[in-house]
């Protein structure tokens, strides 16, 4: 993930996953100590392109940047990635929804005094 900006990804095609979530506000600190886990894992897999992360107390929303849908659904078996969706639904969201969008064009802007 880049620190101070949007995700660097490569010239598209590629696909998103978008990862919209209410918490419970349960068990909040566990959650962040396992989000954290479950990010640095999905970096390290095969066909992982970045992520980007916004939310605050009502909504929180992630996408996660993947080269192919074998890609995505191999993150989607990995043994603690499962452990930590089971623990989501039972402990710490109150509702979710997940999208997967392929990526067809992107168009980016910064500004010329930004460094």
Excluded at 74 to 103: F, I, M, N, P, Q
Aim: glycine share 6%; hydrophobic share 30%.
């Amino acid at each position: 993930m880049s620190e101070t900006g949007p995700a660097l990804t490569p010239e598209p095609p590629y696909y998103a996953v978008i990862f919209s979530s209410e918490h419970t506000g349960e068990h909040a600190g566990e959650y962040a100590a396992v989000a954290e886990l479950m990010f640095r894992l999905a970096s390290e897999q095969p066909g992982y392109l970045g992520v980007e992360r916004a939310g605050g107390d009502d909504l929180n929303i992630t996408v996660s940047y993947w080269r192919d849908e074998t890609s995505i659904r191999a993150w989607r078996e990995h043994l603690e990635h499962t452990v930590a969706r089971e623990r989501g639904r039972s402990d710490w969201y109150s509702s979710y929804t997940l999208r997967v969008a392929r990526v067809e064009r992107v168009s980016t802007f910064t500004r010329p005094d930004r460094p």
